[in-house]
């Protein structure tokens, strides 16, 4: 049996996961914001393994501006090594019919036969709408399937008729097929611009394709066909000549002859139903002027309240305080030094490991609730009409709308927080949003906030307010200073977003989509927690004292020696100690290391730690509470923790961002809490 391969193309939304998840048996990620999907992802076909479908990024046109187009277009073209589809089942969004036969009319031109499928037809027949696939599939000139991917309903009769076009190998764009005939004036450039091309582009890839994509101005197109200067040149003066015949930009031109098309093919077979769904009901009213902000802050306060006041707490004070606290230390001490374990060994797997990746995975129940209460508000649709929302505000300051979802996620953790920011279109915004993310508290940042409002400032509950307030406004002053940099000065771009209809959310998808964030956790507590905890223990327990290197005191181990070289740096920000600076760096490990570190440094249970810190910042300035707050900000504001910086790398793809990003968190942390401290202690001193 021959393979072959089916690529799935179409609009952001449109349903092309859900359809790939019902064809293979997958179960990736169905998001419910467009560019979920920026990498492509294959996989078998259920009923017949010789069939490969792969699941492309959302598009709306074949252009090259988007790393989604540029993936989904040269994918198409098999532009990749030796993965070139057989068979394009373009998923049609069918409530949005007209934008989504845009791309259509394009994949047409691919020279890869095309199957339409008209998805969501759910939708569309609650909404009355009416189309007549018949008359749609003799207009296109493509064979036309109505289905619901989530019903798993009109399914199999596309991959049937896709397995056909394969083996058929009706080539619609190489065979001569088009769905739009432009006008005299361009088909004339194009062929011209064909000929002149035509020996660059074998016989198996299509020329029209590439002659529209030179007449739209791709220079990238000129690139991959390794166009000489002299064609180039050529091809330019026909596309300045039709501009000037047509009096328009030759991009406009074709886009809206594309229309023109698809209108004209739609009123034809197509009638749209009068009904308001109970999506346009809803969203009137959440999204309204004055009633969306009020609605989207009762909502996160409810979910904060579930996940960080109530459940989730109390599993996860249960997991701190009994399972890491009273259960698993005694016994694993105990089943240690029964099986004759040296003290050391004993210190190093109790208190290093356990202790430093128990911190972590204490968290856990508390991220299960969050992320558990975040999948269910983006599975039902509400998240898509947050960003759409807050994108006006946003964009003053050098952000996207879509910013809000890293935000939001970052107040669990930053990982996840940085990773959201795929979706965002524009390249300086994303960057903008990565730098920024990990100003807002995270819950290992949490330990932090209580253990300075409890040491010095009596357990108030402005010091956790102010906390997350100083994280929101350096998120607004940092947007402001990074965009009004050359490399991250952003242009203003259409916000361009699907608003998908609301919908029940299925169990499958969240339960996924949650275990893959607490996976991630998990992973992070194992590894580099693991390892980092380990080193922390070492470097603190043991030192040289007397000129012989052996287990000592804290204050006369490596670390502090370390500590101690450093510790200067922090006087101007009034905690010099060298203990606080250990605890910062011990904080680039994972946040949670600043309160365990003192804890280890003062050999105290974290119920007695207060007392000891509170000492230690009365020495470190007069101006305790000043010393202690400009602590607190320089930790919430520094380099995140390594596994946050590892993502920061990922997300930037590039080391020099990385380290900008790094430069940038530090020295705002510095300059904020040293002015916030500077000034606080003055004014002390005047008052
Ligand atoms: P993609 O961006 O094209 O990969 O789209 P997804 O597969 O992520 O789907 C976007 C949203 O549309 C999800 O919430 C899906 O559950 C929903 N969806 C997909 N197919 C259908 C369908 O046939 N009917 C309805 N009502 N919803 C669908
Ligand atoms: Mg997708």
């Known amino acids: 049996m021959k393979k072959i391969n089916i690529a799935l193309a179409g609009n952001p939304n449109s349903g092309k996961t859900t359809v790939f998840n019902a064809l293979t048996g997958g179960n990736q990620y169905v998001g419910n914001w ?27 046109a074949l252009s090259p501006y988007s790393p989604e ?6 994918f198409l073209l098999g532009e990749m090594a030796d993965e070139k589809p057989d068979v394009i089942i373009n998923v049609i969004d069918s409530s949005n019919i007209e934008r989504n036969l845009y791309l259509t009319t394009q994949l047409a031109d691919t020279g890869i ?8 037809i759910d939708i569309s027949q609650k909404r009355g709408d009416k189309i007549d696939p018949k008359i749609l599939s003799a207009e296109l000139g493509l064979p036309v399937f109505e289905a619901s991917a989530l019903r798993g309903k009109g399914l199999t009769d596309a991959v049937n008729a896709a397995k056909n076009a394969a083996a058929a190998k009706a080539s619609p764009g190489i065979s001569g097929h088009r769905i739009v005939n432009f006008s005299p004036e361009i088909e004339d450039a194009i062929t011209r611009i064909s000929k002149i091309i035509k020996n660059h582009v074998t016989s198996d890839k299509p ?33 300045k000549e039709t501009e000037i015949l047509l009096n328009d930009d030759s991009e406009s031109i074709i886009s809206s002859q594309r229309y023109d098309r698809v209108s004209a093919i739609l009123t034809s077979c197509y009638e749209k139903g009068g009904k308001k769904s109970a999506t346009d009901v809803i969203d009137n009213v959440v999204t309204n002027r004055f009633l969306a902000l009020p609605i989207f802050a009762v909502i996160m306060f409810l979910v904060y309240y579930i996940s960080v006041t109530t459940i989730g707490t109390i599993a996860t004070n249960w997991v701190n305080d009994t399972l890491f606290t009273e259960i698993i230390p005694p016994a694993v001490t105990n089943g240690l030094e029964s099986a004759g374990a040296s003290a050391w060994l004993v210190s190093l797997i ?91 508290p995270c819950s290992a940042k949490l330990p932090i906030i209580a253990l300075i409002a409890g040491a010095v400032f009596g357990n108030s509950a402005w010091i956790a307010f102010s906390a997350y307030l100083a994280g929101i406004l350096s998120i607004i002053v940092s947007g402001l200073i990074l965009k009004s940099t050359k490399a991250l000065k952003t242009k203003d771009m259409p916000f361009i977003m699907e608003l998908p209809a609301y919908h029940v959310p299925r169990a499958a998808n969240i339960l996924n989509h949650v275990w893959i964030q607490l996976r991630a956790f998990i992973i992070k507590a194992g590894t580099i927690i693991f390892l980092a905890s380990a080193a922390v223990w070492f470097l603190s327990s043991f030192g040289v004292e007397n000129g012989r290197f052996g287990m000592v005191d804290a204050d006369f181990s490596f670390l502090a020696d370390f500590g101690k070289i450093f510790a200067p740096i922090f006087i101007p920000l009034g905690f010099g100690q060298w203990q606080f600076a250990v605890s910062s760096l011990t904080g680039l490990v994972a946040k949670e290391n600043v309160v365990s570190t003192l804890a280890v440094l003062f050999g105290t249970s974290e119920s007695g730690l207060g007392t000891h810190v509170n000492v230690l910042f009365s020495a470190a300035h ?40 790094l430069l ?16 606080w202690s003055a004014a002390a001193a005047i008052f």
């Open 350 to 440: 109790v208190d290093g490991i356990i202790g430093g990746v128990g911190a972590i995975l204490g968290f856990l129940p508390q991220m299960a609730v969050l992320f558990l209460l975040l999948s269910l508000l983006e599975d039902c649709g509400y998240m898509s009409r947050i960003a759409f929302i807050l994108d006006r505000l946003f964009r003053k300051f050098g952000l996207s709308g879509k910013s809000f979802i890293p935000f939001l996620v970052s107040t669990g953790c930053g990982v996840p927080g940085i990773m959201a920011s795929k979706p965002i279109e524009d390249e300086k915004q994303r960057r903008i949003t990565i730098m920024t993310t990990t100003f807002i």
């Open 69 to 74: 187009e540029v993936v989904a277009g040269s």
């Open 34 to 60: 467009a560019g979920v999907t920026v990498e492509k992802k294959s996989g078998k076909l259920r009923s017949d393994k010789n069939v490969t479908v792969t699941d492309l990024p959302g598009i709306y």
């Open 664 to 679: 940038y968190q530090t020295g705002f942390a510095y300059i904020v809490s040293l002015a916030v401290f500077q000034i």
């Open 207 to 239: 020329v029209r394709f590439y002659a529209l994509s030179l007449f739209e101005k791709d220079s990238l197109t000129a690139d991959k066909l390794g166009l000489n200067e002299t064609e180039r040149a050529k091809i330019e003066s026909i596309v």
């Open 622 to 661: 007069v101006y305790a509470p000043a010393a202690a707050y400009s602590f607190l900000l320089f930790n919430l504001l520094c380099a995140p923790c390594f596994a946050a910086i590892a993502a920061v790398n990922r997300e930037m793809g590039s080391a020099k961002w990385t380290m900008i990003t």
């Open 113 to 120: 036969p095309v199957i339409a499928l008209l998805n969501m």
